[in-house]
């Protein structure tokens, strides 16, 4: 082999559910639909979000980047995955996969930090709710909401590194439905231990921190509230953070299931759909059914439309 060029590999295979012969079509349906209704749920928190000017908060501007973050990532690895499902060609370019795997890497890092963020904007609303408005101003909002990403490119840009130097010579086939550190690895001709250690490392920093951060935070929330006498007080508190408590508790439930199950189970990819799929479709749904301001601005708009309907009529 040309030692100037070590990496022969051009392209890489992603067999995702190419086993599943008859089920590929029906996988195919219910991942569209699933797909359609996680985007179109997102936009219309984007929208209400934008719209409503009671809800030109902290709060909500977390909630509506948390969606734009949802559609990017799942718009990262859904439509290719609908392509695979129907496509006889179920290749992807080398450079292809490395941007879909940095991509994704870093969205994910950065949501982690983001509901670390937001735990801490509760915190505050808990504990300092008279100097809430003064601290957490446009500016410092916007701050907290680059943040995350500015972490999670710099977090995945060194295992991305690490991996992309490995050399890929001879198998291309990728058992999964998108680019992900592992399964790369596993592929290289050349001893990726280096590459799998800084990558463990960076999953610490990219889950582990903020996780432990998130608990703690709510931890303290929970501390702020059982000292509060009031029980409609309480009651107010926690309704202001149930939503996103729950948003936490679904993505890091999921997430560990992914990562606690050993690589090179049968089930790894569907329990990828889980993490990719199915947690950010239930986010809209969890942040309009559980929140009483979306239902209230839902509620106001539908009664808005009647009205203006009985009037042309």
């Given at each position: 082999?040309?030692?100037?060029?070590?990496?022969?590999?051009?392209e890489?295979?992603?067999?995702?559910?190419?086993?599943?012969?008859?089920?590929q079509?029906?996988l195919f349906?219910?991942?569209?639909?699933?797909?359609?209704?996680?985007v179109f749920?997102?936009?219309i928190?984007?929208f209400?979000?934008?719209a409503?000017?009671s809800l030109?908060?902290p709060m909500?501007?977390f909630?509506?980047?948390?969606?734009?973050l949802?559609?990017?990532f799942?718009?990262?690895?859904?439509?290719?995955?609908?392509?695979n499902?129907?496509a006889?060609?179920k290749?992807?370019s080398?450079?292809?996969?490395?941007?879909?795997?940095?991509?994704?890497?870093?969205l994910g890092t950065?949501e982690?930090?983001?509901?670390?963020?937001?735990?801490?904007?509760r915190v505050?609303?808990?504990?300092k709710?008279?100097?809430?408005v003064?601290?957490?101003?446009?500016?410092?909002?916007?701050?907290?909401?680059?943040?995350?990403?500015i972490?999670?490119?710099?977090n995945?840009?060194?295992?991305?590194?690490f991996t992309a130097?490995?050399?890929?010579?001879?198998?291309?086939?990728i058992n999964?439905?998108?680019?992900?550190f592992?399964?790369?690895?596993?592929?290289?001709?050349?001893?990726p231990y280096m590459?799998?250690?800084?990558t463990?490392?960076g999953?610490i920093?990219a889950?582990?921190l903020?996780?432990?951060?998130t608990v703690?935070?709510?931890?303290?929330?929970?501390?702020?509230i059982?000292?509060i006498?009031?029980?409609?007080?309480?009651q107010?508190?926690?309704?202001?953070?149930?939503s996103?408590?729950?948003?936490?508790?679904l993505?890091?439930?999921?997430?560990i299931?992914?990562?606690?199950?050993?690589?090179?189970?049968?089930?790894?990819?569907?329990?990828?759909l889980?993490?990719?799929?199915?947690?950010?479709?239930?986010?809209?749904?969890?942040y309009t059914?559980?929140?009483k301001?979306?239902?209230?601005?839902?509620?106001?708009?539908?009664?808005?439309k009647?009205?203006?309907?009985?009037f042309r009529?």
């Open positions: 082999m040309d030692k100037g060029n070590k990496t022969t590999v051009e890489f295979i992603l067999l995702a559910f190419s086993d599943l012969y008859q089920l079509i029906p349906f219910v991942t569209l639909l699933v797909y359609i209704m996680c749920g997102n936009v928190i984007i209400i979000v934008r409503e000017p030109h908060t909500y501007f909630i509506s980047t948390l969606s734009t949802e559609i990017i799942v718009s990262c690895i859904i439509p290719n995955l609908l392509a499902l129907i006889d060609k290749s992807i080398f450079s292809g996969c490395f941007i879909q795997l940095f991509v994704t890497a870093t950065a982690c930090y983001l509901l670390a963020v937001m735990a801490f904007d505050l609303a808990i504990n709710p008279l100097q809430y003064s601290i957490m101003t446009q500016r410092v909002c916007v701050q907290l909401v680059l943040l995350p990403f972490l999670g490119i710099i995945v840009s060194i295992p991305t590194g130097a490995l050399e890929f010579c001879g198998p291309n086939e999964h439905f998108f680019c992900d592992a399964a790369l690895q596993s592929l290289a001709c050349s001893s590459s799998q250690m800084v463990n490392s999953a920093f889950s582990g903020p996780f432990t951060i703690g935070l709510y931890i303290h929330i929970i501390i702020i059982s000292k006498k009031s029980a409609e007080s309480k107010k508190a926690f309704s202001t953070c149930s996103h408590l729950t948003v936490a508790g993505f890091y439930i999921t997430t299931i992914v990562y606690a199950v050993p690589k090179g189970s049968q089930y790894d990819r569907f329990f990828a889980i993490y990719t799929v199915i947690t950010p479709l239930l986010n809209p749904f969890i059914f559980r929140n301001d979306v239902k209230r601005v839902l509620i106001k708009s539908r009664r808005l009647l009205c203006q309907g009985s009529y």
